[in-house]
């Protein structure tokens, strides 16, 4: 998959507070496709470095793996509510990108988290506020009111949904009393309103609303409609704040 390239910076930005190991074990909970952890990896040359991708789906861990050619990575298709299938104290990083909101007990995530990190270890979990989405109109309540109907949108591949996870994570992590860490932001903007700019593409998530009775078909075509017309004028403006909780095991 192409990321656009506010995406791309976005990742980066995350990515960037990952504090590489010379030689040490990196896992990624919920790695899709494995993009980021092959980026990791790509940053570590150490012969005997480790970086272990975990994900639910057998077809992300199978794409993942298809295109893996370095032997320190490795791809396991587990669910990732705890308890994870892995070591007490196995990994120098645990890494982790928009996974938590699909979990029904992301506290006992945390815990597992803490279970897996050597003392010392560095934990990088990012996630996007998906209420926390901004755009343009003459009608407010037209667009929050689709905004928050995606926020709250349990697609049919999740077993829960948390569209506020992005403003949770510092409190699920601080409660634990297992690391020291701080809490981090990015706002993602758009000033462009086509493919494949992250809000282009959001907007057009909007339609699946329309089919699960989220939303009605002639609230959604006002708003794309008027997307449109904002672009057209130059005046068409997006965003949504990512946020990271970034620390070390006690």
Not at 57 to 64: M, P, T
Not at 106 to 121: H, N, Q
Request: contains cysteine.
């Amino acid at each position: 998959m192409i990321l656009s390239e506010d995406v791309v910076a976005h990742r980066d930005w995350l990515l960037n507070f990952v504090e590489l190991p010379e030689p040490g074990a990196v896992v990624d909970l919920g790695c899709g496709s494995g993009a980021d952890l092959l980026t990791l990896a790509e940053r570590a040359r150490h012969p005997k470095n480790r970086f272990v991708g975990l994900d639910s789906s057998e077809k992300g861990i199978a794409a993942a793996a298809g295109t893996a050619t370095d032997t320190r990575l490795e791809f396991r298709q587990a669910r990732l509510e705890a308890p994870f299938p892995l070591g007490d104290h196995e990994f120098d990083v645990a890494y982790s990108s928009n996974l938590l909101e699909c979990l029904a007990d992301p506290a006992a995530f945390a815990r597992e988290v803490g279970r897996i990190l050597k003392p010392g270890g560095t934990v990088v979990i990012g996630h996007w506020d998906w209420d926390s989405q901004v755009y343009g109109g003459s009608d407010k309540a037209l667009v929050r009111r689709l905004v928050h109907a995606f926020a709250d949108w349990k697609q049919a591949w999740m077993d829960y949904a948390d569209g506020w996870m992005g403003r949770r994570l510092w409190g699920i992590f601080n409660q634990t009393g297992l690391f020291d860490g701080t809490p981090h932001a990015r706002v993602l903007t758009n000033t462009i309103y086509s493919e494949p700019w992250y809000g282009h593409e959001r907007a057009n998530d909007f339609r699946s609303l329309v089919k699960r009775n989220l939303a009605s078909a002639d609230n959604v075509a006002t708003f794309m409609a008027e997307q449109e017309v904002l672009a057209t004028a130059g005046r068409y403006f997006y965003s949504i704040t990512g946020y990271a909780f970034v620390g070390r095991r006690r």
